[in-house]
């Protein structure tokens, strides 16, 4: 029921920022939770943050915590993910995804939750 594409990933120096933003189609963007996962090398995908479909209410990983910011332009059917003093570890692959389960209100950090995804945008984080 949406498409979902991520950009504005690349290569960033450590403690540098960068935006990534995610694009969605259909017109019922706010019925839809919406999350950040990112998939670094060697590791599990893993939760990094989300949005509720009413920006309500947002989630963090505890790594990303303070740094990182999730938002949502419902106008636009966009999301967006803030990163801020970037590290090393963030590296990996940012994918954006959604879920339309109780997504308007709720805000989950679990994958299985997750209905459609993005195909992953790529961010470098250079020492």
């Known amino acids: 029921q949406v498409q979902l594409v991520e950009s504005g990933g690349g290569l960033v120096q450590a403690g540098g920022s960068l935006r990534l933003s995610c694009a969605a189609s259909?017109?019922?963007?706010?019925?839809?939770?919406m999350a950040w996962f990112r998939q670094a090398p060697g590791k599990e995908r893993e939760f990094i943050a989300g949005?509720?479909?009413?920006?309500?209410?947002?989630y963090y990983a505890d790594s990303v915590k303070g740094r990182f910011t999730i938002s949502r332009d419902n106008g636009k059917n966009t999301v967006s993910l803030q990163m801020n003093s970037l590290k090393a570890e963030d590296m990996g692959v940012y994918y954006c995804?959604?879920?339309?389960?109780?997504?308007?209100?709720?805000?989950?950090?679990?994958?299985?939750?997750?209905?459609?995804w993005g195909q992953g945008t790529q961010v470098t984080v250079s020492s």
């Open positions: 995804a959604a879920t339309e389960g109780s997504g308007r209100l709720r805000v989950s950090k679990y994958e299985y939750d997750y209905d459609y």
């Open positions: 259909g017109r019922t963007f706010s019925r839809y939770a």
């Open positions: 949005i509720n479909g009413i920006a309500s209410s947002t």
